[in-house]
């Protein structure tokens, strides 16, 4: 079984050497309780990808289901495409940020009590932009400041034209990339300047599944036991509950709020 799309941390994060008895094991671990969190704060993705709602609205606009929003695609008022007269409120530049407002003009036709409203929007923790110069050895890591990078985006040059992605020995206006967020460039783009686009998992997001991963890998020892008498002199109570305590509290900032569509 290998990497989960929504996996939150990676192999290597957890173990250092590969082990190919128990490696499996493991990564079937990684991917039940990233799914498990994804479940706990009403999220399908973190990550960059497309979403489309249907509301009814009155006269002030809506907030979207996810979050952090990097674009809006598509707004469809009563059936009528909307090209103008509406915007969406800033993403805020670090996570875990919060939900963003899509308000509509004076000018939006929404009737006297409201319309439906199908919004086709791009939401997910993403870098925009990452401005790098590509080396002489075509070689380019992601600087990842709020966390592990996960998906490519795009990477486009400075006059805004993109770059093609191939597997691997990338040739002029091509670039390849690893699963961790090394980029690599063909020589003949040395000193030309690039900007990166990418996904990230949050890390204080990571790091709560790690840390729910390693616990579960010690309840695995003792499943079904809540304390344990050490010689009869001290007693060792252990805590049982469907969401650790260590964890709650992040997963609570992440948490999407608002009613299905």
């Known amino acids: 079984m290998g990497a989960n799309p929504s996996d939150l941390v990676r192999l290597a994060d957890l173990r250092a050497v590969p082990d190919p008895d128990t490696d499996p094991a493991l990564q079937r671990l990684i991917t039940a309780v990233s799914r498990t969190i994804l479940s706990a704060i009403n999220r399908p993705s973190i ?32 059936g009528v495409g909307l090209l103008t007269g509406y915007q969406i ?27 439906r409203v199908t919004v086709t929007y791009t939401a997910g923790y993403q870098v925009t932009g990452e401005a790098t110069v590509v080396p002489q050895d075509g070689a380019v890591t992601a600087l990842q400041p709020y966390g592990a990078w996960a998906s490519d985006g795009s990477v486009t040059d400075a006059g805004d034209a993109a770059l093609t992605r191939v597997a691997s020995a990338p040739a002029a ?11 690599t460039f063909a020589a003949a783009d040395a000193g030309r300047p690039v900007a990166l686009t990418y996904g990230y998992v949050p890390a204080d997001l990571a790091n709560a599944a790690r840390e729910w ?49």
């Open 47 to 78: 990550l960059p990808r497309s979403y489309t709602e249907t509301y009814e609205v009155g006269r002030n606009g809506l907030l979207l289901r996810a979050w952090p929003v990097t674009r809006v695609d598509a707004v469809v008022v009563a």
């Open 173 to 183: 206006g091509q670039y390849a990339v690893d699963g961790t967020g090394g980029y």
């Open 213 to 261: 991963i390693l616990e579960r890998q010690a309840y695995a020892e003792r499943v079904g036991l809540q304390s344990k008498s050490l010689g009869g002199q001290e007693t060792v109570s252990y805590r049982i509950a469907a969401v650790p305590d260590f964890v709650r509290p992040v997963l609570q900032q992440y948490a999407s709020v608002v009613p299905p569509c």
């Open 89 to 115: 409120d800033p993403a805020d530049e670090a996570p875990p940020g919060r939900p963003q407002m899509l308000r509509f003009g004076a000018g939006t036709p929404l009737g006297f009590g409201g319309a």
